[in-house]
């Protein structure tokens, strides 16, 4: 259940629910909502994102620099992604340049992003700059939105199953450094 509920699987807890004869664990309201914020972020859509997350819970964005500093982060590459470069621009000096300059841990992510118009796609591009063009970077801008959310709520932001399977391996090298064991193998 904690594994349908984290990763946004409503229709199968609600069923894992009805069939279990379990009461909900969460509203499951609360993971429509959060997966169409993910979706939003998924197709690029980072405004319909923010002011979701803003209707949800305007506190999570506001206690929260670092995740805010990566939702414009991914406006700005979206901005680039789509050619509109004197948009980008002015974005990255108006909204990104001033948080960059609070810390330097921003000012980085900004400088690697702002790479990306040297590079314009081009496959020359270094694996650290062209990898935030990918699908893979709107993914894991999703999956921060998504923790902060469910912390928001006092959930989980983890799947309780992937820290188990962490919990079984490392059980298993401490007894195969102690005895012969059979090992589970997850490949």
């Known amino acids: 259940m904690d594994y349908l ?11 894992f629910c009805q069939e279990a004869n379990l009461m909900p664990p969460v509203d499951f309201e609360s993971i429509e909502r959060r997966m169409t914020i993910r ?10 994102a923010i002011a979701r997350v803003n209707d949800l819970n305007p506190e999570i964005l506001d206690t929260n620099p670092a995740l805010y500093f990566h939702l414009q982060q991914q406006k700005l590459i979206e901005y680039i992604r789509e050619g509109r470069i004197v948009e980008a621009l002015q974005f990255a000096q108006d909204e990104l340049a001033p948080r ?8 980085s992510e900004l400088e690697r992003t702002m790479a990306l118009l040297a590079f314009e796609s081009s496959p020359s591009a270094p694996s650290g700059i062209a990898e935030l063009l990918s699908p893979a970077q709107r993914m894991k801008t999703a999956g921060e939105v998504n923790a902060a959310i469910l912390e928001s709520m006092s959930q989980g932001k983890e799947v309780k199953l992937v820290g188990l399977l962490k919990l079984m391996s490392w059980g298993e090298n401490m007894l195969e450094e102690r005895a012969e064991f059979p090992k589970v193998r997850l490949e």
């Open 100 to 107: 960059g300059e609070e810390s330097p841990e921003f000012l």
């Open 39 to 48: 979706d939003a972020l998924q197709r690029g859509d980072v405004e319909d």
């Open 5 to 15: 509920v984290i990763e946004g699987y409503k229709s199968a807890a609600e069923e």
